[in-house]
């Protein structure tokens, strides 16, 4: 719902909408049927998909005929994993244009940042600063083959939706023009960062209707999709109990994390974030501790004490007051 509301409501979003994700278990699982109903609810039409890695130049091949043309969604196909990064992050927050390089020229044109972008994929793994930016529709069916359902109430859904369309649009803009008449309410307190515009309109239109937050998946999927964070986030915990307010050097992180005190939590975070590096001390605090320098974990800080130690560059966990309830 949340989708189709978007991609109707766009052109009366003052700002930046999040991306949808459409991730499933294996193979004819029903992403791709998903995603096409959405488009034509909204739209009238099905919808092209453009099978897109996520790679930075394949990224720009898919981006601009979609924003070139004025097309209202756009569907990148078959993503691979861990997919997101400066690139696509930029273009879910482009407001109110979008301008990146021409590939192969050094044209840099400026475009009406108008288009929703949908991804597709099997068990997709998300970078933590994409995972913010994306609402997350999981599909797992409970049959070894899903190819071979067939106890649907509609077994041709494309083609009835195709036929209903105009009543589903309709019902679509009624729920948009009756959460305006009711005075937009506010259901969830908490804004969603970057999407403030989005959230009050169609966050806020859905949870009004359903009394369900359609961004909830994003946190309860987060580990999940980005294991990193979740590494990070067992690692604090692991230097939390060796150290705790107390200053540490990447070598005293190195000795303590590989000591018998070490828990297999602590010891596969550090696999984690190395990404199969080898652990040193030079290794462990240019791969983990320098990349995280200021990023908070259960109310913690990483942060450096003193970048001019003769013991090289110092760290101290430092943990943060709390603010209105959760501050994980």
Known sequence: MAAVLTIVARYAIDGPVPAFMADASSQASGKGLLIQITHIIATGRPASAMPCSGEKEELRRAIFPVLLEGRRAGWMDEVASPFGGGAFNALTTAWPTYSDRVTRTSTTPELPALSCWIISGNNIRLSADTTRRTLVVRLEPAVDRPEDRSDFKHQHLRSWVQEQ????????????????IAGRPTVFSTPIGSYEAWDAMVRQAVGWVMGVDPMAPRNAMAAMVDPRRRAWEDLVDELWGMFGTGEFTARDAV????????????????????????VTPRTFATTVLSAHRGVVAHGLRLEIANPHSNRGVVFRLARLPKHGGNND
């Open 255 to 278: 000795v303590e994390l590989g000591g018998s005190q070490a828990t297999e939590a602590g010891a596969m975070a550090v696999e984690e974030l190395m990404g199969g590096k080898a």
């Open 165 to 180: 369309q105009p009543r589903l649009l309709a019902a679509a803009l009624t729920i948009l023009r009756a959460f305006h």
